[in-house]
């Protein structure tokens, strides 16, 4: 799935809704592992679920905060160190919803959009395993 | 009903979906995991820990007690792991 362009996004975003005072936004790239051991990540999705999933997000982060508008971009395939793995945004008219929702949907996403990454390393190729911070990430939001 | 698999669970087994005619006592996703590792040594051993397979059905993540019908997509994988 090809890129995206942040800049591009925001501008959309900002040309498609008025009086917004801020837009938070997060992009997740592909790490090279420490000692430049990562070749490639393969994210494998689940196609119908995952568009059900994104929009179940964004849809829950609106109850809870006053946004103008949210985007999430979530790229599948085969990506090379460096290369952006995803794109959260958020906007709203005072800073703290947008921030505090940006933050919200991808902690959200990260376990519960149907991804899958397959790390391809100097050492052979690994699924990556759910991390615990993870788990703990999306719990602190449960109330 | 039609099962995918994914990620390792796609691997291992070595098929990303099959197409099942499921016996009349499948009531439950559990059920249908029993019924499924009874397919072969391969099922057997993936689906064998159910606490680290993670069950769709018709693409909303449920409990393995949750019902289940002929009509149904079920997807069986590991924990997700996107963002």
Redesign the interface.
Known sequence: MGDFNLTKEINTIKSQNNNIGGIASFVGIVRSGSNDTLKSMTLEHYPGMTEKMLKKIESEAKTRWKLKDSLIIHRYGKLLPGEQIVLVATASEHRNNAIKSCEFLIDWLKTKAPFWKLEDTISGKKWVSEKNSDLEAVTKWNN | MNI?Y???VK?QIGIEAEKIKSPPNIKTVKDLIIYLKTLSDKHNEVLNDTRIIRC?VN?E?VNLDHNINDSDEV?I???????
């Open positions: 995918k994914f990620s390792w691997d769709a693409m993540v997807a994988f590991p924990p997700m792991t996107g963002g």
